[in-house]
């Protein structure tokens, strides 16, 4: 028998050896997430409760909440603990551009892609196979923006990346339509 020294793989996740981000920008993290966590909770409070406190409709988003503001203190926690003991990394070092940018026109990708589905609301009824469908703003709407995405992250031909978002989103929208009997966002 032959003995080889392979070296133990190890999953270390997506971002093994970045390290962490300086602690300024973790405690500005930490601060959006406290006072996003803090203002759905007062939401989640503030809804009428029909039953008992097991069946109120804002329990989940006040669990949810408390344990993204459980997160978010121990991110400060962390931050603060690595500022006092000396580490001080300036808070935009290694930054890439690019890849900012990328992120930055994906964020608008989405903020386009909602307000579309709220400013372009229209319905079209079809019937196949004597099937009736519905046709709304949902449908190209996602189309384009899945497009974007994935152009943005996958640097593959263009007709592919089309072909998939078109089967995709035509296959979500049947099922919704046809199994759940879900109406979908961009219709009236």
């Known amino acids: 028998m032959t003995k080889t020294d392979h070296p133990e793989?190890?999953?270390?996740?997506?971002?093994?050896?970045s390290g962490f981000a300086s602690p300024t920008l973790d405690l500005i993290a930490a601060a959006v997430l406290i006072a996003i966590s803090v203002a759905m909770m007062a939401a989640s409070l503030m809804l009428a409760m029909p039953g008992a406190i097991h069946t109120a409709p804002g329990l989940l988003p006040f669990i949810i909440a408390a344990t993204l503001l459980l997160m978010a203190l121990g991110l400060g926690a962390s931050a603060l603990a690595r500022r006092r003991s000396g580490i001080h990394s300036p808070a935009f070092?290694?930054?890439?551009?690019?890849?900012?940018?990328?992120?930055l026109f994906l964020a608008g990708a989405v903020a386009v892609y909602?307000?579309?589905?709220?400013v372009l609301a229209f319905?079209?009824?079809?019937s196949?196979?004597?099937?009736?469908?519905r046709l709304t703003a949902f449908e190209p709407a996602t189309i384009v923006t899945l497009t974007?995405?994935?152009?943005?992250?996958?640097?593959?031909p263009l007709w592919i990346t089309v072909a998939t978002s078109v089967a995709?989103?035509?296959?979500?929208?049947l099922v919704f339509q046809l199994v759940f009997r879900i109406p979908l966002p961009g219709s009236f």
């Open 148 to 156: 974007t995405i994935i152009h943005l992250s996958w640097r593959g």
């Open 9 to 17: 793989i190890k999953f270390e996740g997506e971002e093994a050896g």
């Open 123 to 126: 319905q079209h009824n079809l």
């Open 128 to 133: 196949i196979l004597g099937t009736n469908l």
């Open 168 to 173: 995709w989103t035509l296959i979500l929208s």
């Open 93 to 103: 070092a290694d930054r890439d551009i690019q890849t900012d940018l990328r992120s």
């Open 114 to 118: 909602i307000a579309a589905l709220q």
